[in-house]
């Protein structure tokens, strides 16, 4: 009898212990990570030499738009629409190129965010296992947590070690 006391206590008991749970401001985790911030800066210098380039190039092509009509005042009116229709479809191919170039910009630059998005859900899944954690919510803005007692946010110890790691 003693022996199913002891047995139901500990079934009670059990059943009562709370799972361990925390939360990560996911925004404010992101903004801090070192990573992100080389990453965004990386971004934003090719983004800025790639809109370099393209007012460079817009340039030569107005000189060249301004050389052509100078050109073209003594020429007859057929060679003339020659010559502008040869210049347009430069310009066209040209801006094509130039679109091109801007989207393979913008599809590295998502699949890099991509990468370190999977990196960060990766390491604060090995956070929660290490420090015994049954569930880690995401807060902050578009987060899942209404409410969080402030103790539980492990946002900067989660930040500190994504940090430490990207020095590494």
């Keep these: 009898m003693k022996k199913l006391l002891a047995v139901g ?13 925390a939360y990560v401001d996911y925004a404010n985790l992101m903004d801090g990570y070192q990573r992100k911030k080389d990453l965004e800066a990386n971004y934003q210098q090719k983004a800025e030499m790639f809109s370099r380039k393209r007012d460079s190039i817009s340039q030569v092509f107005q000189l060249e738009a301004q050389a052509l009509q100078t050109r073209t005042q003594g020429m007859s009116q057929q060679n003339a629409q020659e010559e502008y229709t040869t210049l347009q479809q430069r310009g066209q191919v040209i801006g094509q190129q130039l679109q091109q170039e801007e989207q393979v910009m913008q599809q590295m630059g998502q699949r890099d965010m991509d990468s370190l998005i999977t990196e960060v859900k990766a390491r604060i899944q090995e956070y ?9 919510l995401a807060g902050g803005d578009g987060g899942t947590v209404l409410y969080g007692d402030e ?4 946002t900067e110890a989660v930040l500190k070690l994504l940090n430490e790691e990207y020095k590494k």
């Design 9 to 21: 206590a500990l079934l009670v008991f059990g059943s009562c212990q709370q799972n361990k749970m």
């Design 128 to 136: 929660g296992k290490a420090n015994g954690y049954h569930y880690i």
């Design 151 to 154: 103790a539980q946010d492990i």
